[in-house]
């Protein structure tokens, strides 16, 4: 069956390793806006992460933001979807993980506004400088788990120094087992922790759905193991050659381009080519 849309994860596949959009790959997504064929970014991004790469690469569609948890649309502004974690959740996952790992710190995703422990080290910016409407963004302070824990979230971090990524993902996940959906897109051991049922796939099935596709009808690219499930779940899935093994093991095809040499500028482009013959 023809595919009608692309789902592509953002960081390590569309954007570049400096989190730069390159002008090849800003002219494939208009091009294919021009044609009429599909693309939903898919990401574990917040949703306060993604004015800078609307920005930068035009493109005002919808969202599936947080790693499948809130589905937003950019034109609007509006959040379509939200699948939390609830307090008694957050409650049961952080007690289980600092039993099993006594040196993990926490930290908790609203989309919105962000929340952290003392000890929790940050690998990246955790807001953009301004907001949306040019205001200065607030500078979030460290506190109790307990404190932040009390409403709830998008998604959970968990961070262990020193572990070895693939090594605490397989733990974590055997230990959350049902209660919670366990995965990770940095290179170092930081966990990524959402509502049970909640992955890039279910949130791109969902926005599908709405559109009146099916998975035999969608692609998808990525590059770490957070993108897996809906590489699994799209009818034609391709990995970027700096994808994390296991990623490029899942999907049917490795591009043999990098996300710095625009891959997913030159899967549009074949698609594109494709969709119009």
């Known amino acids: 069956m023809t595919v009608k849309l692309l789902a592509t994860d953002l960081d390590g596949t569309l ?48 969202v599936v933001a947080a790693n499948g948890a809130i589905t937003f649309d950019l034109a609007t502004e509006q959040v379509l979807h939200e699948h939390s974690l609830t307090p008694q ?56 788990l307990d404190d932040m824990i009390d409403r709830p979230a998008a998604k959970l971090l968990a961070k262990v120094r020193d572990a070895h990524p693939d090594e605490l993902l397989a733990s974590a996940a055997e230990l959350l087992g049902d209660t919670a959906y366990v995965t990770r897109s940095a290179t170092s051991g930081l966990l990524e922790i959402s509502a049970s049922g909640v992955t890039k796939a279910a949130g791109l099935a969902r926005h599908c759905q709405s559109l009146g596709l099916t998975a035999a009808e969608v692609a998808a690219v990525g590059d770490m193991p957070n993108d897996i499930p809906m590489l699994t779940w799209a009818g034609r899935s391709y ?23 625009d891959a997913v500028a030159g899967l549009v482009a074949a698609l594109l080519r494709e969709w119009t013959e």
């Open 89 to 144: 959740t957050l409650a049961s996952v952080t007690r289980t993980l600092r039993d099993r790992f006594p040196d993990v710190y926490f930290a908790v995703d609203f989309g919105h506004d962000f929340a952290f422990e003392e000890g929790y080290t940050h690998d990246w910016d955790i807001n953009t400088v301004l907001d949306r409407q040019g205001r200065p963004s607030p500078i979030p302070l460290p506190g109790l």
């Open 239 to 261: 990995a970027v050659a700096n994808a994390h093994p296991s990623t490029q093991q899942a999907a049917d095809e490795v591009l043999t381009a990098t996300n710095d040499e």
């Open 15 to 62: 954007l570049r390793s400096d989190n730069t959009i390159s002008d090849a790959t800003k002219d494939a997504l208009a091009s294919a806006e021009r044609a009429g064929f599909g693309v939903v970014f898919v990401t574990g991004r917040p949703t306060r992460w993604l004015w800078e790469v609307a920005d930068a690469s035009g493109y005002t569609g919808v």
